[in-house]
Protein backbone atom coordinates (compact mmCIF):
# COMPACT_ATOMS: atom_id res chain seq x y z
CA UNK A 1 0.00 0.00 0.00
CA UNK A 2 1.18 3.59 -0.78
CA UNK A 3 2.27 6.24 1.25
CA UNK A 4 -0.48 8.49 -0.03
CA UNK A 5 -3.24 5.71 0.32
CA UNK A 6 -1.76 5.25 4.26
CA UNK A 7 -2.26 8.81 4.56
CA UNK A 8 -5.85 9.16 3.06
CA UNK A 9 -7.17 5.84 5.00
CA UNK A 10 -5.95 7.89 8.12
CA UNK A 11 -7.36 10.62 6.98
CA UNK A 12 -10.67 9.13 6.62
CA UNK A 13 -10.18 6.56 9.91
CA UNK A 14 -9.59 10.37 11.50
CA UNK A 15 -12.82 11.99 9.95
CA UNK A 16 -15.00 9.17 11.15
CA UNK A 17 -13.63 8.92 14.34
CA UNK A 18 -14.41 12.78 15.03
CA UNK A 19 -18.05 12.53 13.36
CA UNK A 20 -18.34 9.85 15.80
CA UNK A 21 -17.57 11.70 18.78
CA UNK A 22 -19.34 15.30 17.92
CA UNK A 23 -23.01 13.53 16.90
CA UNK A 24 -24.80 13.84 20.41
CA UNK A 25 -26.84 10.75 21.19
CA UNK A 26 -30.82 11.37 21.62
CA UNK A 27 -32.04 9.36 24.41
CA UNK A 28 -35.68 8.79 25.68
CA UNK A 29 -37.36 6.71 28.32
CA UNK A 30 -36.71 2.98 28.14
CA UNK A 31 -40.91 2.80 28.08
CA UNK A 32 -41.00 4.68 24.94
CA UNK A 33 -42.25 2.71 22.16
CA UNK A 34 -40.67 4.57 19.56
CA UNK A 35 -37.98 3.22 17.95
CA UNK A 36 -36.81 5.81 15.55
CA UNK A 37 -38.03 9.50 14.34
CA UNK A 38 -36.94 11.56 11.41
CA UNK A 39 -34.98 14.75 12.04
CA UNK A 40 -38.20 16.86 11.31
CA UNK A 41 -40.08 15.35 13.40
CA UNK A 42 -37.88 15.30 16.52
CA UNK A 43 -36.90 19.08 15.55
CA UNK A 44 -40.86 19.54 15.99
CA UNK A 45 -40.71 17.81 19.20
CA UNK A 46 -38.01 19.72 20.94
CA UNK A 47 -39.90 23.09 19.45
CA UNK A 48 -42.94 22.24 20.80
CA UNK A 49 -44.68 22.24 17.43
CA UNK A 50 -45.42 18.06 17.93
CA UNK A 51 -46.35 17.15 21.19
CA UNK A 52 -46.73 13.13 21.19
CA UNK A 53 -44.86 10.68 19.64
CA UNK A 54 -45.88 8.50 17.08
CA UNK A 55 -48.26 6.34 19.34
CA UNK A 56 -49.56 8.66 20.91
CA UNK A 57 -47.91 9.21 24.16
CA UNK A 58 -46.81 12.66 25.36
CA UNK A 59 -42.95 13.41 24.70
CA UNK A 60 -41.20 15.51 26.85
CA UNK A 61 -38.07 17.12 25.76
CA UNK A 62 -35.27 18.54 27.96
CA UNK A 63 -32.66 20.66 26.76
CA UNK A 64 -29.17 21.26 27.43
CA UNK A 65 -27.38 24.68 28.58
CA UNK A 66 -25.58 26.54 25.77
CA UNK A 67 -22.53 24.42 25.01
CA UNK A 68 -20.85 22.72 22.56
CA UNK A 69 -23.04 19.37 22.96
CA UNK A 70 -26.57 21.81 22.81
CA UNK A 71 -24.97 23.61 19.65
CA UNK A 72 -23.94 20.22 17.84
CA UNK A 73 -27.88 19.23 18.21
CA UNK A 74 -29.06 22.53 17.63
CA UNK A 75 -27.73 22.22 14.29
CA UNK A 76 -27.35 18.87 13.58
CA UNK A 77 -31.63 18.43 13.94
CA UNK A 78 -32.84 22.16 13.48
CA UNK A 79 -30.68 23.05 11.09
CA UNK A 80 -30.23 26.33 12.53
CA UNK A 81 -27.91 27.83 15.35
CA UNK A 82 -28.59 28.30 18.96
CA UNK A 83 -29.16 31.81 18.15
CA UNK A 84 -32.18 31.22 16.48
CA UNK A 85 -33.46 28.84 18.13
CA UNK A 86 -33.33 30.96 21.05
CA UNK A 87 -34.81 33.89 19.08
CA UNK A 88 -37.88 31.51 18.03
CA UNK A 89 -38.53 30.98 21.81
CA UNK A 90 -38.65 34.80 22.39
CA UNK A 91 -41.12 34.73 20.02
CA UNK A 92 -43.52 31.77 21.34
CA UNK A 93 -42.95 33.56 25.00
CA UNK A 94 -44.18 36.78 24.26
CA UNK A 95 -46.57 35.48 21.57
CA UNK A 96 -47.99 33.70 25.27
CA UNK A 97 -47.45 30.01 23.55
CA UNK A 98 -44.92 28.45 24.68
CA UNK A 99 -42.17 28.41 27.11
CA UNK A 100 -38.67 26.54 26.22
CA UNK A 101 -38.06 23.10 27.31
CA UNK A 102 -36.71 23.14 30.81
CA UNK A 103 -32.22 22.88 30.59
CA UNK A 104 -30.41 20.32 32.13
CA UNK A 105 -27.17 21.20 33.29
CA UNK A 106 -25.59 18.24 31.49
CA UNK A 107 -25.12 14.88 30.57
CA UNK A 108 -25.87 13.36 34.05
CA UNK A 109 -28.80 15.66 34.57
CA UNK A 110 -30.38 14.69 30.70
CA UNK A 111 -29.63 10.99 31.57
CA UNK A 112 -31.14 11.72 35.31
CA UNK A 113 -34.72 13.13 34.08
CA UNK A 114 -35.06 10.93 31.03
CA UNK A 115 -34.69 8.15 33.33
CA UNK A 116 -36.91 9.14 35.73
CA UNK A 117 -39.49 10.27 33.09
CA UNK A 118 -42.03 8.53 31.15
CA UNK A 119 -41.92 9.97 27.29
CA UNK A 120 -38.65 12.16 27.80
CA UNK A 121 -36.59 12.56 25.03
CA UNK A 122 -33.04 14.01 25.52
CA UNK A 123 -29.47 14.49 23.67
CA UNK A 124 -26.06 13.76 25.57
CA UNK A 125 -22.38 13.69 23.93
CA UNK A 126 -21.65 10.87 22.34
CA UNK A 127 -19.45 10.03 24.86
CA UNK A 128 -22.03 9.51 27.63
CA UNK A 129 -23.40 6.22 29.18
CA UNK A 130 -26.66 5.31 28.42
CA UNK A 131 -27.26 3.80 31.40
CA UNK A 132 -31.40 3.22 32.57
CA UNK A 133 -32.16 4.96 29.17
CA UNK A 134 -32.68 3.71 25.36
CA UNK A 135 -30.94 5.24 22.38
CA UNK A 136 -33.56 6.50 19.74
CA UNK A 137 -32.80 6.25 16.35
CA UNK A 138 -32.59 9.34 14.05
CA UNK A 139 -33.47 9.36 9.99
CA UNK A 140 -33.09 11.97 7.77
CA UNK B 1 -70.79 58.74 28.35
CA UNK B 2 -68.20 59.10 25.86
CA UNK B 3 -64.86 60.75 26.50
CA UNK B 4 -63.27 63.09 23.60
CA UNK B 5 -59.53 64.25 23.78
CA UNK B 6 -56.70 65.48 22.09
CA UNK B 7 -53.71 63.09 21.74
CA UNK B 8 -52.02 62.04 23.37
CA UNK B 9 -55.39 60.06 24.86
CA UNK B 10 -55.67 57.83 27.45
CA UNK B 11 -55.55 54.58 25.66
CA UNK B 12 -58.41 52.75 27.84
CA UNK B 13 -60.04 53.28 31.23
CA UNK B 14 -58.66 50.05 32.31
CA UNK B 15 -56.01 49.96 35.16
CA UNK B 16 -54.47 53.57 35.42
CA UNK B 17 -52.00 53.05 38.56
CA UNK B 18 -48.88 55.08 38.42
CA UNK B 19 -47.84 53.65 41.33
CA UNK B 20 -47.33 50.06 39.65
CA UNK B 21 -45.10 51.94 37.49
CA UNK B 22 -41.55 51.36 39.42
CA UNK B 23 -42.93 48.40 40.33
CA UNK B 24 -42.83 47.10 36.59
CA UNK B 25 -39.18 48.46 36.05
CA UNK B 26 -38.17 46.86 39.56
CA UNK B 27 -39.73 43.67 38.37
CA UNK B 28 -38.06 43.91 34.62
CA UNK B 29 -34.54 44.15 36.35
CA UNK B 30 -34.55 41.97 38.71
CA UNK B 31 -35.67 39.03 36.15
CA UNK B 32 -33.14 40.41 34.00
CA UNK B 33 -30.70 39.74 36.72
CA UNK B 34 -30.82 35.95 36.10
CA UNK B 35 -32.07 33.43 33.40
CA UNK B 36 -35.67 33.29 33.10
CA UNK B 37 -36.66 29.69 34.39
CA UNK B 38 -39.66 27.24 33.71
CA UNK B 39 -40.16 24.56 35.17
CA UNK B 40 -42.90 21.96 33.55
CA UNK B 41 -45.57 23.23 36.36
CA UNK B 42 -44.67 26.13 37.88
CA UNK B 43 -44.26 29.96 37.32
CA UNK B 44 -42.29 31.80 34.73
CA UNK B 45 -41.13 35.49 34.32
CA UNK B 46 -40.28 37.11 31.08
CA UNK B 47 -40.10 40.49 29.90
CA UNK B 48 -38.71 42.85 27.21
CA UNK B 49 -37.60 46.90 27.41
CA UNK B 50 -37.21 48.96 24.73
CA UNK B 51 -36.12 52.72 24.83
CA UNK B 52 -35.51 54.59 21.86
CA UNK B 53 -35.04 57.94 20.58
CA UNK B 54 -36.39 59.88 17.38
CA UNK B 55 -36.21 62.84 15.65
CA UNK B 56 -38.50 63.55 12.64
CA UNK B 57 -37.27 66.04 10.25
CA UNK B 58 -41.04 67.93 9.64
CA UNK B 59 -43.80 67.36 12.29
CA UNK B 60 -44.12 64.14 14.10
CA UNK B 61 -44.68 60.80 12.71
CA UNK B 62 -44.41 57.80 14.67
CA UNK B 63 -44.28 59.30 17.71
CA UNK B 64 -40.92 61.13 16.47
CA UNK B 65 -41.07 65.01 16.60
CA UNK B 66 -38.58 67.34 14.98
CA UNK B 67 -36.98 68.64 18.47
CA UNK B 68 -36.19 64.89 19.17
CA UNK B 69 -37.99 62.67 21.63
CA UNK B 70 -37.04 59.96 23.82
CA UNK B 71 -40.35 59.45 24.90
CA UNK B 72 -40.52 56.35 22.93
CA UNK B 73 -40.25 53.53 24.92
CA UNK B 74 -42.50 49.75 25.68
CA UNK B 75 -41.79 47.74 28.79
CA UNK B 76 -44.00 44.46 30.03
CA UNK B 77 -42.97 41.86 32.34
CA UNK B 78 -44.90 38.37 32.10
CA UNK B 79 -45.72 35.68 34.61
CA UNK B 80 -46.52 32.41 33.27
CA UNK B 81 -48.24 29.80 35.75
CA UNK B 82 -48.29 26.42 34.53
CA UNK B 83 -50.83 24.50 37.07
CA UNK B 84 -50.06 21.41 35.26
CA UNK B 85 -49.09 20.19 31.58
CA UNK B 86 -52.61 21.45 30.34
CA UNK B 87 -53.82 23.92 32.32
CA UNK B 88 -51.90 27.65 32.16
CA UNK B 89 -52.67 31.38 32.98
CA UNK B 90 -50.48 33.90 31.78
CA UNK B 91 -50.51 37.50 32.99
CA UNK B 92 -48.47 40.16 31.26
CA UNK B 93 -47.88 43.98 32.56
CA UNK B 94 -46.89 46.18 30.41
CA UNK B 95 -45.97 50.48 29.52
CA UNK B 96 -46.09 51.81 26.68
CA UNK B 97 -44.93 55.12 25.17
CA UNK B 98 -44.82 56.76 21.53
CA UNK B 99 -44.59 60.17 22.11
CA UNK B 100 -47.16 62.08 20.38
CA UNK B 101 -48.12 58.88 17.92
CA UNK B 102 -51.38 59.43 16.08
CA UNK B 103 -52.18 56.06 15.81
CA UNK B 104 -51.20 54.78 19.22
CA UNK B 105 -52.79 57.19 21.64
CA UNK B 106 -50.97 55.78 24.99
CA UNK B 107 -51.52 56.74 28.54
CA UNK B 108 -48.58 56.72 30.55
CA UNK B 109 -50.64 54.09 33.26
CA UNK B 110 -49.33 50.18 33.75
CA UNK B 111 -51.76 48.44 32.40
CA UNK B 112 -52.93 44.74 31.78
CA UNK B 113 -52.04 43.61 28.33
CA UNK B 114 -53.52 39.95 28.64
CA UNK B 115 -54.66 38.27 31.04
CA UNK B 116 -55.86 34.48 30.28
CA UNK B 117 -56.32 31.22 31.68
CA UNK B 118 -55.06 28.49 28.84
CA UNK B 119 -56.75 25.10 28.76
CA UNK B 120 -54.84 22.20 26.63
CA UNK B 121 -57.83 20.18 25.39
CA UNK B 122 -56.94 16.27 23.89
CA UNK B 123 -52.84 16.66 22.57
CA UNK B 124 -53.62 19.60 19.37
CA UNK B 125 -56.26 22.00 20.73
CA UNK B 126 -55.90 24.94 23.10
CA UNK B 127 -58.64 26.54 24.76
CA UNK B 128 -57.91 30.56 25.92
CA UNK B 129 -60.50 32.84 27.94
CA UNK B 130 -59.45 36.12 28.96
CA UNK B 131 -57.99 39.18 27.86
CA UNK B 132 -55.83 37.52 24.69
CA UNK B 133 -53.59 38.88 22.45
CA UNK B 134 -54.89 38.63 18.87
CA UNK B 135 -53.31 36.35 16.06
CA UNK B 136 -53.60 38.83 13.61
CA UNK B 137 -50.47 38.36 11.13
CA UNK B 138 -46.76 38.21 11.85
CA UNK B 139 -46.08 40.35 14.34
CA UNK B 140 -49.40 41.83 16.30
CA UNK B 141 -48.42 39.65 19.03
CA UNK B 142 -45.30 40.62 19.30
CA UNK B 143 -45.62 43.95 18.44
CA UNK B 144 -43.99 45.54 21.08
CA UNK B 145 -40.65 43.07 21.46
CA UNK B 146 -38.23 44.80 20.22
CA UNK B 147 -35.37 42.06 19.98
CA UNK B 148 -37.49 40.41 17.32
CA UNK B 149 -38.75 43.34 15.06
CA UNK B 150 -36.66 44.27 12.57
CA UNK B 151 -37.82 47.86 12.44
CA UNK B 152 -38.79 49.97 16.04
CA UNK B 153 -42.16 50.50 14.96
CA UNK B 154 -44.29 48.17 12.73
CA UNK B 155 -45.39 49.22 9.43
CA UNK B 156 -48.78 51.41 9.15
CA UNK B 157 -49.91 49.79 6.42
CA UNK B 158 -50.74 46.64 8.16
CA UNK B 159 -49.96 47.61 12.03
CA UNK B 160 -51.64 51.04 12.38
CA UNK B 161 -52.70 50.80 16.30
CA UNK B 162 -55.67 50.14 17.97
CA UNK B 163 -57.75 52.36 15.81
CA UNK B 164 -58.13 49.73 12.84
CA UNK B 165 -57.32 46.59 14.67
CA UNK B 166 -56.94 44.59 17.78
CA UNK B 167 -54.13 44.35 19.63
CA UNK B 168 -56.10 42.18 22.45
CA UNK B 169 -59.52 40.62 22.50
CA UNK B 170 -61.77 40.17 25.98
CA UNK B 171 -62.93 36.89 24.81
CA UNK B 172 -62.59 33.23 24.00
CA UNK B 173 -60.11 31.65 21.37
CA UNK B 174 -60.26 27.55 20.25
CA UNK B 175 -56.77 26.74 18.44
CA UNK B 176 -55.85 23.64 16.16
CA UNK B 177 -53.04 21.96 14.88
CA UNK B 178 -54.06 20.15 11.49
CA UNK B 179 -51.07 17.00 10.57
CA UNK B 180 -48.68 17.89 12.92
CA UNK B 181 -46.40 15.37 11.63
CA UNK B 182 -46.62 16.37 8.17
CA UNK B 183 -44.69 19.00 6.47
CA UNK B 184 -47.53 21.04 5.70
CA UNK B 185 -49.09 21.09 8.76
CA UNK B 186 -52.07 23.29 9.29
CA UNK B 187 -52.39 25.95 12.27
CA UNK B 188 -55.48 27.74 12.87
CA UNK B 189 -57.14 29.79 15.55
CA UNK B 190 -60.16 31.21 16.18
CA UNK B 191 -61.40 33.87 18.10
CA UNK B 192 -64.42 35.76 19.63
CA UNK B 193 -64.91 39.01 21.79
CA UNK B 194 -64.77 42.93 21.96
CA UNK B 195 -61.97 45.15 22.72
CA UNK B 196 -61.68 48.89 23.17
CA UNK B 197 -60.33 51.06 20.35
CA UNK B 198 -61.00 54.55 18.92
CA UNK B 199 -62.91 56.83 16.25
CA UNK B 200 -61.11 60.14 15.28
CA UNK B 201 -62.94 63.15 14.56
CA UNK B 202 -62.06 66.36 12.88
CA UNK B 203 -61.20 69.01 15.11
CA UNK B 204 -59.27 71.95 13.55
CA UNK B 205 -58.04 72.72 17.16
CA UNK B 206 -56.10 69.47 18.07
CA UNK B 207 -52.52 69.30 16.95
CA UNK B 208 -53.20 67.01 14.48
CA UNK B 209 -56.08 68.66 13.35
CA UNK B 210 -58.42 65.18 14.79
CA UNK B 211 -59.46 63.90 18.70
CA UNK B 212 -59.96 60.31 19.46
CA UNK B 213 -62.88 59.40 20.58
CA UNK B 214 -63.00 56.13 22.74
CA UNK B 215 -65.17 53.58 21.31
CA UNK B 216 -65.46 49.96 21.50
CA UNK B 217 -65.27 47.23 18.81
CA UNK B 218 -68.05 44.84 19.50
CA UNK B 219 -69.03 41.33 18.32
CA UNK B 220 -65.74 40.56 16.91
CA UNK B 221 -64.96 37.14 15.30
CA UNK B 222 -61.49 36.47 13.70
CA UNK B 223 -59.84 33.78 11.95
CA UNK B 224 -55.59 33.18 11.64
CA UNK B 225 -54.43 30.12 9.81
CA UNK B 226 -50.62 29.59 9.36
CA UNK B 227 -49.60 27.07 6.79
CA UNK B 228 -45.75 25.51 7.27
CA UNK B 229 -44.62 24.57 3.87
CA UNK B 230 -41.53 21.52 3.48
CA UNK B 231 -39.26 24.43 3.06
CA UNK B 232 -37.24 24.98 6.60
CA UNK B 233 -38.35 28.77 7.85
CA UNK B 234 -41.28 29.68 5.17
CA UNK B 235 -44.86 29.64 6.40
CA UNK B 236 -48.17 31.11 4.58
CA UNK B 237 -50.81 33.26 6.68
CA UNK B 238 -54.56 34.05 6.12
CA UNK B 239 -56.88 35.60 8.28
CA UNK B 240 -60.21 37.94 8.51
CA UNK B 241 -61.77 39.79 11.36
CA UNK B 242 -65.32 40.70 11.34
CA UNK B 243 -66.61 43.26 14.10
CA UNK B 244 -69.38 45.93 15.11
CA UNK B 245 -68.16 49.63 16.30
CA UNK B 246 -69.97 51.29 19.07
CA UNK B 247 -68.83 55.02 19.28
CA UNK B 248 -69.87 58.35 19.76
CA UNK B 249 -70.15 58.81 15.40
CA UNK B 250 -72.59 56.66 14.78
CA UNK B 251 -76.08 57.25 15.44
CA UNK B 252 -77.70 56.02 18.61
CA UNK B 253 -78.32 52.37 18.70
CA UNK B 254 -76.73 51.78 15.57
CA UNK B 255 -73.13 50.03 15.17
CA UNK B 256 -70.98 50.00 12.28
CA UNK B 257 -69.70 47.12 10.74
CA UNK B 258 -65.61 46.95 9.54
CA UNK B 259 -64.11 43.91 8.07
CA UNK B 260 -60.49 43.64 7.61
CA UNK B 261 -58.57 40.41 5.65
CA UNK B 262 -54.75 39.54 5.05
CA UNK B 263 -52.79 37.13 3.58
CA UNK B 264 -48.81 36.63 4.69
CA UNK B 265 -45.78 35.80 4.02
CA UNK B 266 -43.29 35.14 6.28
CA UNK B 267 -39.57 33.29 5.08
CA UNK B 268 -36.29 33.27 7.67
CA UNK B 269 -33.47 31.72 7.34
CA UNK B 270 -30.39 31.40 9.39
CA UNK B 271 -28.44 34.78 8.17
CA UNK B 272 -32.06 36.29 5.91
CA UNK B 273 -35.54 36.98 6.62
CA UNK B 274 -38.54 38.17 3.44
CA UNK B 275 -41.74 39.41 4.93
CA UNK B 276 -44.76 40.78 3.06
CA UNK B 277 -48.04 41.34 3.88
CA UNK B 278 -51.48 42.64 2.57
CA UNK B 279 -54.65 43.79 4.46
CA UNK B 280 -57.70 45.20 3.25
CA UNK B 281 -60.55 47.12 5.77
CA UNK B 282 -63.63 47.92 4.60
CA UNK B 283 -66.15 49.84 7.11
CA UNK B 284 -69.02 51.49 7.21
CA UNK B 285 -68.30 55.35 8.60
CA UNK B 286 -70.82 58.81 9.08
CA UNK B 287 -68.66 60.86 7.09
CA UNK B 288 -70.81 64.01 8.26
CA UNK B 289 -70.05 62.61 11.98
CA UNK B 290 -66.13 62.37 11.11
CA UNK B 291 -66.15 65.80 9.18
CA UNK B 292 -67.97 67.17 12.27
CA UNK B 293 -70.20 68.60 10.04
CA UNK B 294 -73.88 68.67 10.97
CA UNK B 295 -75.32 66.30 8.39
CA UNK B 296 -74.67 62.25 8.36
CA UNK B 297 -73.30 61.18 5.07
CA UNK B 298 -73.31 57.55 5.28
CA UNK B 299 -70.83 55.45 3.34
CA UNK B 300 -68.24 53.23 2.84
CA UNK B 301 -64.64 53.09 2.66
CA UNK B 302 -62.12 50.76 1.93
CA UNK B 303 -58.52 50.84 3.10
CA UNK B 304 -55.39 48.67 1.37
CA UNK B 305 -52.03 48.16 2.77
CA UNK B 306 -49.14 45.84 2.22
CA UNK B 307 -45.46 46.39 2.93
CA UNK B 308 -42.33 44.07 2.05
CA UNK B 309 -39.61 43.75 4.13
CA UNK B 310 -36.09 42.19 3.53
CA UNK B 311 -33.10 41.59 5.53
CA UNK B 312 -29.92 39.74 6.06
CA UNK B 313 -27.42 39.39 8.44
CA UNK B 314 -24.23 40.28 7.21
CA UNK B 315 -22.49 38.74 10.41
CA UNK B 316 -24.06 36.77 13.44
CA UNK B 317 -24.36 40.46 14.93
CA UNK B 318 -24.70 42.69 12.43
CA UNK B 319 -28.23 42.90 10.18
CA UNK B 320 -29.33 45.11 7.84
CA UNK B 321 -33.22 45.40 6.54
CA UNK B 322 -35.12 47.37 3.81
CA UNK B 323 -38.83 48.13 3.71
CA UNK B 324 -41.30 49.71 1.75
CA UNK B 325 -44.97 50.09 3.36
CA UNK B 326 -47.87 51.76 1.70
CA UNK B 327 -51.41 52.28 2.65
CA UNK B 328 -54.37 53.97 0.70
CA UNK B 329 -57.90 55.17 1.17
CA UNK B 330 -60.78 55.38 -0.57
CA UNK B 331 -64.68 56.04 -0.11
CA UNK B 332 -67.65 55.62 -2.15
CA UNK B 333 -68.73 58.78 -1.89
CA UNK B 334 -65.50 60.98 -3.26
CA UNK B 335 -65.30 62.93 -0.20
CA UNK B 336 -61.50 61.53 0.38
CA UNK B 337 -59.89 62.18 -2.80
CA UNK B 338 -56.41 61.62 -2.92
CA UNK B 339 -56.23 59.51 -0.74
CA UNK B 340 -55.60 56.12 -2.38
CA UNK B 341 -51.72 56.98 -2.00
CA UNK B 342 -51.99 57.68 1.68
CA UNK B 343 -48.56 56.71 2.84
CA UNK B 344 -45.64 55.36 0.83
CA UNK B 345 -42.54 55.07 3.51
CA UNK B 346 -39.21 53.13 2.04
CA UNK B 347 -37.07 52.40 5.50
CA UNK B 348 -33.50 50.72 5.87
CA UNK B 349 -32.33 49.81 9.67
CA UNK B 350 -29.07 48.53 11.51
CA UNK B 351 -29.46 45.84 14.04
CA UNK B 352 -27.08 45.02 16.22
CA UNK B 353 -27.15 42.04 17.95
CA UNK B 354 -25.15 42.44 21.04
CA UNK B 355 -26.39 39.17 22.43
CA UNK B 356 -29.61 37.27 21.54
CA UNK B 357 -31.42 39.03 24.00
CA UNK B 358 -29.78 42.57 23.89
CA UNK B 359 -30.13 44.39 20.37
CA UNK B 360 -29.37 47.63 19.48
CA UNK B 361 -30.57 49.57 16.14
CA UNK B 362 -30.90 52.69 14.54
CA UNK B 363 -33.09 53.44 11.78
CA UNK B 364 -34.47 56.21 9.25
CA UNK B 365 -37.54 56.33 7.03
CA UNK B 366 -38.09 58.33 3.67
CA UNK B 367 -41.80 58.68 3.74
CA UNK B 368 -44.42 60.53 1.05
CA UNK B 369 -47.13 60.42 3.20
CA UNK B 370 -51.15 62.53 3.93
CA UNK B 371 -51.14 61.24 7.23
CA UNK B 372 -51.57 64.17 9.48
CA UNK B 373 -47.87 65.65 10.67
CA UNK B 374 -49.20 68.36 13.57
CA UNK B 375 -47.67 70.65 11.28
CA UNK B 376 -48.82 74.22 12.82
CA UNK B 377 -49.79 75.63 9.15
CA UNK B 378 -50.84 72.07 7.85
CA UNK B 379 -52.00 69.90 11.05
CA UNK B 380 -54.38 67.18 8.72
CA UNK B 381 -51.84 67.42 6.37
CA UNK B 382 -54.78 67.96 3.42
CA UNK B 383 -53.35 69.91 0.56
CA UNK B 384 -53.33 68.82 -2.75
CA UNK B 385 -49.92 66.91 -2.66
CA UNK B 386 -48.40 64.77 -0.73
CA UNK B 387 -45.77 66.27 1.99
CA UNK B 388 -42.20 64.47 1.93
CA UNK B 389 -41.38 63.18 5.73
CA UNK B 390 -37.83 62.19 6.87
CA UNK B 391 -37.50 60.24 10.71
CA UNK B 392 -35.15 58.19 12.42
CA UNK B 393 -35.14 56.19 15.67
CA UNK B 394 -32.71 54.58 17.41
CA UNK B 395 -32.95 52.27 20.33
CA UNK B 396 -32.08 49.43 22.53
CA UNK B 397 -34.24 46.68 23.10
CA UNK B 398 -33.79 43.94 25.71
CA UNK B 399 -35.53 41.02 26.62
CA UNK B 400 -35.21 38.01 29.33
Not at chain 2, 55 to 66: A, C, D, Y
Not at chain 2, 121 to 138: A, C, D, E, F, M
Not at chain 2, 211 to 227: F, K, M, S, T
Amino acid sequence: MSTSRVLALLAFVALHATAEAADPVVVVHPSTRVLEVSKAELSKIFLKRLRTWADGSLAQPIDQVPGPVREEFTQWVHGRSVVTIEVYWKRMIFSGRAVPPAEAADDAAVLDFVRRTPGAVGYVSGSAQLDGVRKLDLRE
Amino acid sequence: MRRSSTLPAQRSPRSRSWRLLPTLFCLTLAAGASPAAEAPEGVGVFGHLTQAYGKSRRGSIQGTSEEGTTDLRNVAVQLRWAKSDRDTVVVQLSHERRGEDLFSPAGDEVEIDWAFYERRIGVHSVLKVGRLNTPLGIYNEIRDVGTLLPFFSLPISFYAGVLSSAETVDGVSIGRTFFPRSDWSLDTELYLGGWDTFQQQVSLDAKFGLVNLEARAEDGVGVQIWLDTPVRGLRLGAGTLTWLLDGPLGEPGTRDRWDTYHVSLDAVGERWLVRAERRRWRFDQDFGAFLALPVSLRGKAQRDGYYLQVGVWLTPRIGLFGQIDHAGLKDNLDLLPGLENLHEDLAASLNFRIRPDLLLRVEYHNATTRLPLGLPDLPMNVGSDAVDARWMVGGLSVSF
